[in-house]
Every structure is written in C-alpha cells, then in structure tokens.
C-alpha cells in the first residue's frame, strides 16, 4: 500500500507544532528578560539548523544551498529585530528594520540601548 504522507513529515509537523507551542509559552509567558536574552539567539539558531536538517531530509540536497542563507537571514532578524523589556519582561518585535524601539510599547520604559549595540 501506498504512503500519501511519509512519517518523516509527520516528525517534522510535530516537532514544529512542539517547538511553536514551547517557544511562546517561554518567551511570550515568562517575565525574565535576562534570561530570554540569553537563550533567544540559541533558540534560533537551534530551530534554523532543525529546519535545514529537516528539508536536507525530506528534499534534494540542492534545496538547502538556497534554504539554508534564506534561513540564516531570517534568523539575524528574529534576533535584531527582539527585544526583552526589563521592566515589565515582555517579548517585543520591532517592525521596522531601520528604527530600533526605545520604549517598551507595554509598559513605556526604556530599553535597554546595549542590546542594539551587541546586534549591531
């Protein structure tokens, strides 16, 4: 009998729905902005390597060689683009690539400039 769907694709779903549903409970629940800055760059760069490994896996060897800088890229700007208010301990994303945030939307402090100093 024939597989429509082959189980490989089931782990990827899988995996990704876990990761998706432990990443914002951590980061969107917690209040520790030291501590989310400190595993937000592992995180992503964990799950960018997860995701090549997964399309290594599931599609030609050649996909990655274009995977793999589109994934990187989007990676640096999850980072960038992230911050971690220490005042009220919020998840931001800044939507613009050029204006860093200065206040915390939420709460209105100000953040902390020596983030965008290590991003830089």
């Known amino acids: 009998?024939?597989?429509?769907?082959?189980?490989?694709?089931?782990?990827?779903?899988?995996?990704?729905?876990?990761?998706?549903?432990?990443?914002?409970?951590?980061?969107?629940?917690?209040?520790?902005?030291?501590?989310?800055?400190?595993?937000?760059?592992?995180?992503?760069?964990?799950?960018?390597?997860?995701?090549?490994?997964?399309?290594?896996?599931?599609?030609?060897a050649w996909v990655v060689l274009v995977v793999a800088p589109a994934t990187a890229l989007i990676g640096f700007l999850n980072i960038r683009l992230t911050k971690f208010c220490d005042h009220c301990g919020r998840t931001l994303h800044n939507p613009s690539l050029f204006t860093p945030m200065r206040f915390c939307p939420s709460c209105g402090a100000p953040l902390d400039q020596a983030d965008d100093a290590r991003a830089a």
Not at 6 to 12: D, G
Not at 44 to 56: K, N, R, S
């Open 1 to 60: 009998m024939n597989q429509l769907v082959p189980p490989l694709y089931w782990l990827f779903l899988t995996v990704w729905v876990l990761l998706g549903v432990g990443s914002a409970w951590f980061f969107l629940g917690s209040r520790d902005a030291r501590l989310k800055r400190v595993i937000f760059p592992w995180f992503i760069t964990l799950v960018g390597a997860l995701f090549c490994g997964f399309v290594l896996l599931l599609t030609e």
